[in-house]
């Protein structure tokens, strides 16, 4: 797990704060990307960035912003969330979106919106 | 929908039984990955297997890939209690949505000691 670190582990937070979830990759890899993993559901693919650019953004709500400022670090950026918003936040990283890799996962941040 | 479906939703054995897990999707693939997840962790590449190619092993995993019923199976030989997890099936599109990764909802395997 030390290829993609994850920060904070775990995060409360009310309805009103602002508050950022940071990924990092050390594997050299051109794309990342940002998945919800709620209960009871299939993993869902948030954002992609492949060479620090979005190159897809699965009709995430605009509450959630991402941004990719190298391509080793990619950050969620939240504000006003939902209940409905708590779940497993995970990061990932690629070779590239190009051509479908194998994905290497970091450990996720566990978000409780209040 | 091109996500993949796992089947059974849990499974329970017996340290050293075999387990095998089912995957089905709908669509045209590129290629179908196997993931791992301990509780409330990332979750870990298991294996890769290639459109063109019909079955892959890796340690005590053997994957089987069908494409003719767009159906995929996971097996896990000898199994020990640490292979107690989550296991999804990844599929990797073709088409214009190349690149892309959907999961299943995953099986859960309890490994009894």
């Known amino acids: 797990e030390t290829g993609v670190t994850q920060t904070p582990r775990h995060l409360v937070m009310g309805m009103t704060n602002k508050k950022s979830l940071k990924c990092e990759q050390h594997?050299?890899?051109?794309?990342m990307y940002w998945y919800k993993q709620s209960a009871k559901k299939p993993l869902e693919l948030m954002f992609v960035?492949?060479?620090?650019?979005?190159?897809e953004n699965n009709s995430v709500p605009s509450r959630f912003s991402p941004e990719c400022p190298n391509s080793s670090h990619l950050f969620l950026h939240l504000h006003t969330l939902q209940p409905e918003d708590s779940a497993l936040y995970l990061c990932?990283?690629?070779?590239?979106?190009?051509?479908?890799?194998?994905?290497?996962f970091g450990p996720g941040t566990r978000l409780t919106v209040t | 929908s091109q996500q993949g479906e796992e089947d059974p939703q849990a499974l329970s054995i017996q340290e050293g039984e075999n387990a095998t897990m089912n995957c089905s999707y709908k669509?045209?693939?590129?290629?179908l990955q196997w993931y791992r997840q301990n509780s409330g962790r990332g979750l870990v590449h298991l294996i890769l297997?290639?459109?063109?190619?019909r079955e892959k092993h890796s340690g005590r995993l053997r994957v089987t890939l069908d494409t003719s019923k767009k159906s995929s199976s996971l097996l896990i030989t000898a199994s020990r209690a640490a292979d107690t997890a989550s296991y999804f099936c990844?599929?990797?599109?073709?088409?214009?949505?190349?690149?892309?990764?959907?999961f299943g909802q995953g099986t859960i395997l309890t490994v009894h000691p």
């Open positions: 990932a990283s690629s070779q590239a979106s190009g051509h479908t890799y194998e994905q290497y």
């Open positions: 594997l050299g890899h051109n794309a």
């Open positions: 960035y492949n060479f620090k650019e979005q190159t």
């Open positions: 669509t045209s693939i590129n290629n």
């Open positions: 297997i290639r459109s063109n190619e």
């Open positions: 990844a599929v990797g599109a073709g088409g214009t949505s190349y690149g892309k990764l959907t």
